[in-house]
Nanobody
Framework: QVQLVESGGASVQAGGSLRLSCAASGYTSTSYCMAWFRQAPGKEREWVARIFTTDGSTYYADSVRGRFTISQDNAKNTLYLQTNSLKPEDTAMYYC?????????????WGQGTQVTVSS
């Protein structure tokens, strides 16, 4: 069983930064991979970044590569998304997801989301 709770979303000006957090229970023992997604009103959910918990390898969508960084703190059972150089098009509800398996990657569990709004 995995429970996820996102936090850190806010309203910021273009060019600003936010650090999103995802508190995960069972993070180190049950989730082979975790990810961040986002969804803007009227648009489809978009994959943003993924991390494999065993070795820390990361992958990014072209739209955020070089600006966003996904990371994990196993001691705190927390996933992070550092978002820099934010653009208005980054405005969305941001969700974290986790695999329900220790050896298979998937997006089986989801948090409720945290809102990021980038103005002008």
């Amino acid at each position: 069983q995995v429970q996820l709770v996102e936090s850190g979303g806010a309203s910021v000006q273009a060019g600003g930064s936010l650090r999103l957090s995802c508190a995960a229970s069972g993070y180190t023992s049950t989730s082979y991979c975790m990810a961040w997604f986002r969804q803007a009103p009227g648009k489809e959910r978009e994959w943003v970044a993924r991390i494999f918990t065993t070795d820390g390898s990361t992958y990014y969508a072209d739209s955020v590569r070089g600006r966003f960084t996904i990371s994990q703190d196993n001691a705190k059972n927390t996933l992070y998304l550092q978002t820099n150089s934010l653009k208005p098009e980054d405005t969305a509800m941001y969700y974290c997801a986790a695999s329900g398996s220790a050896d298979v990657c998937g997006d089986n569990y989801w948090g409720q989301g945290t809102q990021v709004t980038v103005s002008s």
